[in-house]
C-alpha cells in the first residue's frame, strides 16, 4: 500500500498529497462547500458599515462623478481626467447607466463585497494547493477578519485597491496551476484598475522561471516515469500576450497619448516627497502602526515559521528534501506589494491593502506548519475585526457634513442643468449637488499640486500637471461655470495663492453665499 508523501517533503510551490483518511474531504462539494458560505456571510458582516454612509471617502465621489460625465458621453483623459486607469471608471459608467443614480452607491458597494469575496477565496484555493485544506481554511478566514484592519475610510469604500486584489490574488493562482495566459490577462486586469497592481508581475514570473526548472511528470504515466522540464519561452509568449494586449486595448480605446500621460508620466509633481518628510513619515508609521496591529496574527507566524525552519536547516539531522512551510513566491509578493506601497510616497492607508493578500497566503501556510499557533492566530484575528467593524458602525467619514451643507447651498444657487467649478479636494460635492463639473479636473490638486497627503510642500500654479491650466482657461472659456464654490478654507491653494482664480473671481463673480465655511460665488449677469 502507498504512502502518503508527508508535507515537509512536497515541493514547493507543487500541492501536498491528501493525507489518509481524508479523500472526502477533497470532494467538489465538500471542503468548498462548507468554505464558501463562511466566507460569503463573514466577508458581508465586516463589511455592514460600507452600506450606512453615501460614500467613505473622496476616491468614491470622484469615481461617481466620472461614471455621470462619462454616461453623458464624455471621453476620460479628455472631458474628465485621473491619474488612475481607466477600468474602474468604466465600470461605474456601466453600473449607472444600468441602475441609475440612484442605486449607483448601493451597487458598488455590493460589487465592492464580491470583490472582497472573491480574493478571500483565490487565496484559499492558492493556499490549498501549497499547504492543504487547513491552510486553504485559514487563508479563506484570514481574509475577510483581516481586510478590515484600518481605519474604516481607508477598508469600508469601495475603492481601488479592493477591485484590485481580486486581479492579483487570480493572477498569482493561476500562475500557481501553470495557467500563463490567463495569468498575464489578470495582472493586466489588476494594472488597469490601478498601476500598482502590476507588482504580482513579479511573482508570477517567479513561478514561471520555477516551473520551467521543475521537472513535471505527465498525470497518465506510470509511477516512476521519468519527468520533462517545463518550458520558458512559451509561457513567457502567453505571459506576456495575456498582459500586453488588454493594456493595447485600453490605450486604443482612451487614446495611446493620454492613456500613456495619465497613467505613467504626467505626475511627476505630484510623485515628488520633496519638503514634507515629517508628513510623510508620520502617516507611513501611523497606518503602518495600525495595521500591524490588526495583522499581527499571519506576520507573527510568518516570522516563527521562518526561524523554525532557519533551526531546522541548522540542525544535523534535518531532512535534505525538507521544504520550508512558507515558499520564496509568497514571501516575493508581499515585498513587491511593499514596494509598490512606498509609490508616491503617499501612504494613505487604503494604499496598505495591497499587501494583504500576500500576507494572509504566507501566513496561512506558515500557520499549517505551526498547528498549535493556528487558533490564537484566528482569536487574534477575529477579536481585532470585531473592534474594526465596531470602530466602522459608529464612523462618520471626514468632511461628509461638510460637503452635504454645500451640495444643499449649490442647489439653492443653481438649476439642474446649470456647471459650476468646486475649488477645492472633495469632488464628491458636484455628485452630492447633482450638477455637473464645469471643467475636467475634478479637484485643484490637478492645477496646484496640492495633495492631502503633503500639506503645503511644493504648492503652486508652476507645480501643476503640465498643460493643466491651458485646459482650464479652454473649459471656462467653452463652459462658464454658473457657480463657483471656494473650499479651500485657508489651504495652500486658496484663490489669493493663485492669480489664475483669483482673477477669475475677480473679474467675472460675486459672493453669494457661504456653507460651513466654504464660500459661494455667482457668474455676473453684467458687467460689474
Known amino acids: 500500500m502507498p504512502t502518503a508523501v508527508p508535507q515537509s517533503a512536497a515541493p514547493w510551490p507543487g500541492p501536498t498529497a491528501p493525507r489518509p483518511g481524508r479523500a472526502r474531504r477533497l470532494l467538489p462539494h ?19 458599515p460600507s452600506f450606512l454612509r453615501p460614500l467613505w471617502n473622496p476616491d468614491e465621489g470622484f469615481l461617481a462623478v466620472q461614471a455621470r460625465v462619462l454616461a453623458e458621453g464624455g471621453a476620460l483623459y479628455a472631458d474628465v481626467v485621473d491619474r488612475k486607469p481607466p477600468l474602474l471608471p468604466w465600470l461605474h459608467r456601466g453600473v449607472l447607466e444600468l441602475l441609475g443614480d440612484d442605486l449607483l452607491w448601493p451597487a458598488v458597494r455590493v460589487l465592492a463585497v464580491g470583490a472582497h469575496t472573491a480574493t478571500a477565496l483565490l487565496l484559499a484555493a492558492a493556499a490549498r494547493h501549497h499547504r492543504g485544506d487547513r491552510a486553504g481554511t485559514a487563508a479563506g478566514l484570514l481574509y475577510p477578519l483581516l481586510s478590515v484592519g484600518l481605519a474604516p475610510e481607508d477598508t469600508q469604500a469601495a475603492a481601488f485597491e479592493v477591485f484590485m486584489l481580486p486581479w492579483t490574488a487570480a493572477a498569482y493562482f493561476l500562475a500557481v496551476r501553470g495557467r500563463w495566459g490567463a495569468a498575464g490577462l489578470a495582472t493586466a486586469a489588476a494594472a488597469l484598475t490601478k498601476q500598482t497592481g502590476g507588482a504580482v508581475l513579479l511573482p508570477v514570473l517567479w513561478l514561471l522561471w520555477q516551473h520551467s526548472r521543475d521537472r513535471r511528470t505527465d498525470p497518465g504515466a506510470p509511477p516512476g516515469a521519468p519527468g520533462v522540464p517545463g518550458a520558458l519561452w512559451p509561457g513567457v509568449l502567453r505571459l506576456g500576450a495575456g498582459l500586453l494586449l488588454p493594456v493595447a486595448a485600453a490605450a486604443w480605446a482612451t487614446g495611446p497619448r493620454r492613456f500613456v ?17 515629517p508628513l510623510v513619515l508620520g502617516r507611513a508609521l501611523g497606518n503602518a502602526a495600525i495595521a500591524g496591529a490588526a495583522w499581527a496574527a499571519p506576520a507573527a507566524a510568518v516570522v516563527a515559521a521562518g526561524v523554525v525552519a532557519a533551526r ?36 494613505f492607508g487604503h494604499y496598505y491593502l495591497q499587501l494583504l493578500p500576500p500576507l494572509v497566503l504566507a501566513g496561512a501556510c506558515a500557520l499549517d506548519a505551526l498547528p498549535r499557533r ?30 452635504l451643507a454645500v451640495a444643499e447651498q449649490v442647489r439653492a444657487h443653481t438649476g439642474e442643468r446649470d456647471r459650476i467649478l468646486v475649488w477645492g479636494m472633495r469632488p464628491e460635492q458636484y455628485w452630492l449637488a ?16 496640492f495633495s492631502g497627503g503633503r500639506g503645503d510642500a511644493r504648492v503652486g500654479e508652476r507645480y501643476a500637471v503640465p498643460g493643466a491650466w491651458e485646459d482650464f482657461r479652454e473649459d471656462m ?6 457657480l463657483v464654490v471656494d473650499d479651500s478654507r485657508g489651504a495652500p491653494y486658496a484663490p489669493e495663492h493663485i492669480p489664475t482664480v483669483r482673477r ?22 453684467a458687467p460689474r
Open 374 to 403: 493556528r487558533r490564537p492566530a484566528l482569536a487574534w484575528s477575529a477579536a481585532a475585526a470585531a473592534v474594526f467593524l465596531g470602530w466602522g458602525l459608529l464612523a462618520e467619514p471626514q468632511g461628509l457634513r461638510h460637503s
Open 30 to 48: 465538500g471542503w468548498w462547500g462548507r468554505l464558501v458560505p463562511v466566507v460569503v456571510l463573514l466577508t458581508a458582516v465586516v463589511h455592514l
Open 477 to 482: 472659456a467653452e463652459h462658464p461655470p454658473a
Open 434 to 449: 447633482g450638477r455637473r463639473p464645469a471643467g475636467r479636473h475634478l479637484t485643484a490638486g490637478f492645477l496646484t499640486n
Open 312 to 347: 531546522r536547516r541548522r540542525a544535523a539531522d534535518a531532512p535534505a528534501a525538507d521544504a520550508p512551510a512558507v515558499g520564496g513566491a509568497p514571501l516575493l509578493w508581499l515585498a513587491a506589494s511593499a514596494a509598490a506601497v512606498t509609490t508616491g510616497f503617499q501612504f
Open 261 to 277: 500621460f495619465w497613467t505613467l508620466t504626467g505626475s511627476g509633481s505630484y510623485l515628488s516627497p520633496e519638503g514634507s518628510w
Open 504 to 525: 477669475l473671481l475677480d473679474e467675472h463673480y460675486h459672493r453669494v453665499a457661504e456653507a460651513d465655511g466654504a464660500v459661494l460665488y455667482a457668474r455676473n449677469t
